[in-house]
């Protein structure tokens, strides 16, 4: 297996304010939806194997369609994810197939964290923890972040 951290910061418009991307973060729909990847969802129970940290929390079923070769090859993949709402977002653990693992924590702040109180604004940060098999970490990655890249923007609208 593969470990890759990695994250994003993103300025958001002066006329969002952080109560309405902390309530947009917490619609689990909502944020389900903003992904261009997912195709279908629904609620579902935990898995019986699941975290004992991770059993209260909500539970979805998602499909996404998956592009691995532009124009020639799509596919589609089923997994489940666990949703918890924090003071200041959202953290979700994704259980994909193939050992796939990835852990995000969507956040709101006044200004990236270790800058000055010069920076005005809010910003979205979001923090990736990915785990996959030897070989298809740049996919996932690939993946996950042109999604997010998606997501972001549709929620900062």
Same mark, same amino acid.
């Given at each position: 297996m593969q470990q890759i951290q990695f994250s994003s910061l993103t300025p958001l418009p002066p006329s969002v304010s952080q109560e309405t991307i902390i309530e947009k973060l917490h619609d689990h729909g909502a944020m389900i939806e903003q992904n261009p990847l997912v195709i279908h969802y629904k609620r579902c129970q935990p898995p019986a194997d699941a975290p004992h940290d991770e059993a209260l929390r909500t539970w979805y079923e998602l499909t996404d369609r998956i592009v691995y070769i532009p124009g020639l090859l799509y596919g589609k993949i %089923?997994? %489940?994810?666990?949703?918890?709402? #924090? @003071?200041?977002?959202?953290? #979700?653990?994704?259980?994909? @197939?193939?050992g796939v693992d990835i852990r995000n924590e969507w956040s709101v702040s006044e200004r990236p964290p270790g800058e000055s109180q010069d920076k005005q604004g809010l910003y979205l940060r979001e923090e990736n923890d990915l785990r996959c098999p030897f070989g298809t970490a740049f996919f996932v990655r690939k993946n996950v972040e042109q999604s997010h890249s998606t997501l972001v923007a549709r929620l900062a609208k």
């Open positions: %089923r997994y %489940r994810a666990s949703f918890e709402n #924090t @003071p200041l977002g959202l953290k #979700t653990h994704i259980y994909a @197939p193939l």
